[in-house]
Protein backbone atom coordinates (compact mmCIF):
# COMPACT_ATOMS: atom_id res chain seq x y z
CA UNK A 1 0.00 0.00 0.00
CA UNK A 2 1.20 3.36 -0.82
CA UNK A 3 0.14 5.46 2.76
CA UNK A 4 0.54 8.88 2.17
CA UNK A 5 2.57 10.19 -0.90
CA UNK A 6 3.47 13.92 -1.23
CA UNK A 7 4.94 15.49 -4.30
CA UNK A 8 6.85 17.38 -5.12
CA UNK A 9 9.68 15.62 -3.79
CA UNK A 10 11.82 18.82 -3.55
CA UNK A 11 11.28 22.08 -5.24
CA UNK A 12 13.56 25.52 -5.17
CA UNK A 13 11.47 28.49 -5.33
CA UNK A 14 11.69 31.86 -5.75
CA UNK A 15 10.65 34.28 -3.31
CA UNK A 16 7.26 36.04 -3.78
CA UNK A 17 6.08 33.06 -6.00
CA UNK A 18 3.00 30.81 -5.03
CA UNK A 19 3.45 27.07 -4.33
CA UNK A 20 1.19 24.21 -3.46
CA UNK A 21 2.82 21.20 -2.00
CA UNK A 22 0.41 18.03 -2.48
CA UNK A 23 -0.53 15.12 0.11
CA UNK A 24 -2.64 11.81 -0.63
CA UNK A 25 -3.31 8.82 1.36
CA UNK A 26 -4.94 5.68 0.77
CA UNK A 27 -5.76 4.99 4.47
CA UNK A 28 -9.01 6.54 4.40
CA UNK A 29 -7.96 8.31 7.70
CA UNK A 30 -9.95 11.31 8.93
CA UNK A 31 -6.98 13.27 10.34
CA UNK A 32 -4.53 14.96 8.36
CA UNK A 33 -1.69 17.26 9.09
CA UNK A 34 1.19 19.32 7.91
CA UNK A 35 4.30 20.10 9.77
CA UNK A 36 7.81 21.70 9.17
CA UNK A 37 10.71 20.10 9.94
CA UNK A 38 13.77 22.69 10.93
CA UNK A 39 17.65 21.41 11.99
CA UNK A 40 17.62 22.01 15.82
CA UNK A 41 13.73 22.30 15.97
CA UNK A 42 10.48 19.98 16.82
CA UNK A 43 8.06 19.22 13.94
CA UNK A 44 5.91 22.60 14.13
CA UNK A 45 2.59 22.22 13.32
CA UNK A 46 1.12 24.18 10.63
CA UNK A 47 -2.03 23.51 9.97
CA UNK A 48 -4.31 20.22 10.48
CA UNK A 49 -8.28 18.93 9.47
CA UNK A 50 -9.83 16.56 11.58
CA UNK A 51 -11.84 15.38 8.97
CA UNK A 52 -12.95 16.35 5.31
CA UNK A 53 -14.38 19.78 4.78
CA UNK A 54 -12.98 20.97 8.03
CA UNK A 55 -9.45 22.34 9.04
CA UNK A 56 -7.40 24.04 12.04
CA UNK A 57 -4.71 26.31 12.41
CA UNK A 58 -1.48 24.53 14.12
CA UNK A 59 1.50 26.41 15.87
CA UNK A 60 2.83 28.26 12.84
CA UNK A 61 0.13 28.78 10.15
CA UNK A 62 0.73 32.21 8.88
CA UNK A 63 1.94 32.39 5.28
CA UNK A 64 0.25 28.73 4.51
CA UNK A 65 -3.29 27.90 3.24
CA UNK A 66 -5.00 24.38 3.50
CA UNK A 67 -7.93 23.05 2.09
CA UNK A 68 -9.84 19.27 2.84
CA UNK A 69 -12.25 18.79 -0.09
CA UNK A 70 -12.35 14.86 0.33
CA UNK A 71 -10.68 12.27 2.66
CA UNK A 72 -7.61 11.34 0.84
CA UNK A 73 -6.21 15.07 -0.37
CA UNK A 74 -4.54 18.31 1.79
CA UNK A 75 -2.69 20.40 -0.20
CA UNK A 76 -0.55 23.14 1.64
CA UNK A 77 -0.36 26.59 -0.15
CA UNK A 78 2.11 29.43 -0.30
CA UNK A 79 0.64 32.09 -1.39
CA UNK A 80 4.25 34.63 -1.40
CA UNK A 81 7.25 32.33 -0.36
CA UNK A 82 9.56 34.10 1.44
CA UNK A 83 13.01 32.71 2.82
CA UNK A 84 12.01 31.88 6.31
CA UNK A 85 9.91 29.01 4.71
CA UNK A 86 12.39 26.98 3.43
CA UNK A 87 12.22 24.09 5.46
CA UNK A 88 11.00 20.05 4.94
CA UNK A 89 7.70 20.02 5.01
CA UNK A 90 5.95 16.49 5.99
CA UNK A 91 2.18 15.48 5.93
CA UNK A 92 0.76 12.91 7.91
CA UNK A 93 -2.61 10.88 8.76
CA UNK A 94 -4.10 9.63 11.69
CA UNK A 95 -7.48 7.38 11.70
CA UNK A 96 -8.93 10.16 13.97
CA UNK A 97 -7.47 13.67 15.70
CA UNK A 98 -8.77 13.72 19.28
CA UNK A 99 -7.64 10.47 20.40
CA UNK A 100 -4.28 9.16 20.91
CA UNK A 101 -3.86 7.39 17.50
CA UNK A 102 -1.40 6.99 15.54
CA UNK A 103 0.05 9.45 13.11
CA UNK A 104 1.61 8.04 9.81
CA UNK A 105 3.92 10.53 7.31
CA UNK A 106 4.81 11.01 3.99
CA UNK A 107 8.02 11.03 2.48
CA UNK A 108 8.48 14.62 2.94
CA UNK A 109 8.55 17.78 0.50
CA UNK A 110 12.14 19.63 0.60
CA UNK A 111 11.29 23.51 -0.18
CA UNK A 112 14.09 25.92 -0.54
CA UNK A 113 13.00 29.58 -1.01
CA UNK A 114 15.62 32.06 -2.51
CA UNK B 1 4.45 26.53 28.93
CA UNK B 2 5.09 23.89 27.00
CA UNK B 3 9.01 22.21 26.60
CA UNK B 4 10.46 18.83 25.48
CA UNK B 5 14.30 18.32 26.11
CA UNK B 6 15.96 15.23 24.72
CA UNK B 7 19.74 15.36 24.09
CA UNK B 8 20.92 16.33 20.61
CA UNK B 9 23.41 13.39 19.67
CA UNK B 10 24.35 10.45 21.35
CA UNK B 11 27.23 7.82 20.23
CA UNK B 12 27.17 4.15 20.93
CA UNK B 13 28.68 0.65 19.85
CA UNK B 14 27.32 -1.91 17.82
CA UNK B 15 26.14 -4.35 20.18
CA UNK B 16 26.16 -2.36 23.08
CA UNK B 17 22.68 -0.99 25.18
CA UNK B 18 21.79 2.83 24.22
CA UNK B 19 18.95 4.71 26.77
CA UNK B 20 17.61 7.87 24.99
CA UNK B 21 15.96 10.38 27.62
CA UNK B 22 13.47 12.84 27.64
CA UNK B 23 11.89 14.82 29.85
CA UNK B 24 9.01 17.25 29.42
CA UNK B 25 6.37 19.79 30.35
CA UNK B 26 3.25 20.02 28.80
CA UNK B 27 -0.22 21.55 29.40
CA UNK B 28 -2.29 18.08 29.94
CA UNK B 29 -0.88 14.89 29.09
CA UNK B 30 -2.23 11.99 26.83
CA UNK B 31 0.82 9.61 26.15
CA UNK B 32 4.08 10.02 24.89
CA UNK B 33 5.07 8.96 21.54
CA UNK B 34 8.90 7.93 20.23
CA UNK B 35 9.79 8.37 16.41
CA UNK B 36 12.19 6.89 14.42
CA UNK B 37 13.33 9.28 11.88
CA UNK B 38 16.37 7.83 9.42
CA UNK B 39 18.72 10.38 7.77
CA UNK B 40 16.01 12.31 4.67
CA UNK B 41 13.51 10.20 5.34
CA UNK B 42 9.70 10.13 7.54
CA UNK B 43 9.31 9.81 10.94
CA UNK B 44 8.32 5.91 11.78
CA UNK B 45 6.15 5.15 15.07
CA UNK B 46 7.80 3.03 17.50
CA UNK B 47 6.39 3.29 21.15
CA UNK B 48 3.29 4.88 22.41
CA UNK B 49 3.38 5.48 26.77
CA UNK B 50 0.44 6.44 28.91
CA UNK B 51 0.41 4.96 31.93
CA UNK B 52 3.86 4.70 34.05
CA UNK B 53 5.90 1.67 33.13
CA UNK B 54 8.39 -0.35 31.22
CA UNK B 55 6.58 -1.59 27.81
CA UNK B 56 8.97 -3.78 25.69
CA UNK B 57 8.96 -4.28 22.22
CA UNK B 58 11.10 -6.25 20.56
CA UNK B 59 14.85 -4.90 20.79
CA UNK B 60 13.06 -1.61 21.94
CA UNK B 61 11.79 -0.94 25.35
CA UNK B 62 10.11 3.02 26.23
CA UNK B 63 9.60 3.61 29.93
CA UNK B 64 7.38 6.36 31.36
CA UNK B 65 7.02 8.20 34.92
CA UNK B 66 4.32 10.73 34.54
CA UNK B 67 5.23 12.21 37.88
CA UNK B 68 8.92 12.81 36.78
CA UNK B 69 7.76 14.45 33.31
CA UNK B 70 10.19 12.20 31.81
CA UNK B 71 10.81 9.19 29.65
CA UNK B 72 13.56 7.15 27.86
CA UNK B 73 13.84 4.76 25.32
CA UNK B 74 16.14 1.93 25.35
CA UNK B 75 17.83 0.51 22.56
CA UNK B 76 19.52 -3.37 22.92
CA UNK B 77 21.54 -5.07 20.67
CA UNK B 78 21.92 -2.18 18.70
CA UNK B 79 22.55 -2.80 14.99
CA UNK B 80 24.05 -0.31 11.98
CA UNK B 81 20.43 0.57 11.03
CA UNK B 82 19.52 1.86 14.12
CA UNK B 83 21.73 4.84 13.19
CA UNK B 84 19.09 7.38 13.16
CA UNK B 85 17.62 10.53 15.00
CA UNK B 86 14.43 9.50 18.16
CA UNK B 87 12.03 11.85 18.26
CA UNK B 88 10.23 12.29 21.56
CA UNK B 89 7.01 13.83 21.37
CA UNK B 90 4.06 14.10 23.60
CA UNK B 91 0.13 14.39 23.00
CA UNK B 92 -1.59 17.57 24.57
CA UNK B 93 -4.75 17.97 26.17
CA UNK B 94 -5.53 19.06 22.40
CA UNK B 95 -4.62 15.76 21.01
CA UNK B 96 -1.61 17.53 19.54
CA UNK B 97 1.98 16.00 19.02
CA UNK B 98 3.94 18.34 20.67
CA UNK B 99 8.12 17.02 19.63
CA UNK B 100 11.26 17.22 20.88
CA UNK B 101 14.26 18.28 18.59
CA UNK B 102 14.84 14.47 18.29
CA UNK B 103 18.52 12.89 19.36
CA UNK B 104 20.88 12.12 16.79
CA UNK B 105 21.90 8.62 17.77
CA UNK B 106 25.65 7.34 15.68
CA UNK B 107 26.47 3.70 16.11
CA UNK B 108 29.83 2.73 15.56
CA UNK B 109 31.08 -0.72 14.72
Known amino acids: TAGITQAPTSQILAAGRSMTLRCTQDMRHNAMYWYRQDLGLGLRLIHYSNTAGTTGKGEVPDGYSVSRANTDDFPLTLASAVPSQTSVYFC?????????????FGPGTRLTVL | GQNIDQPTEMTATEGAIVQINCTYQTSGFNGLFWYQQHAGEAPTFLSYNVLDGLEEKGRFSSFLSRSKGYSYLLLKELQMKDSASYLC??????????WGAGTKLIIKP
Open chain 1, 92 to 104: ASSESQGSTDTQY
Open chain 2, 89 to 98: ATMDSNYQLI
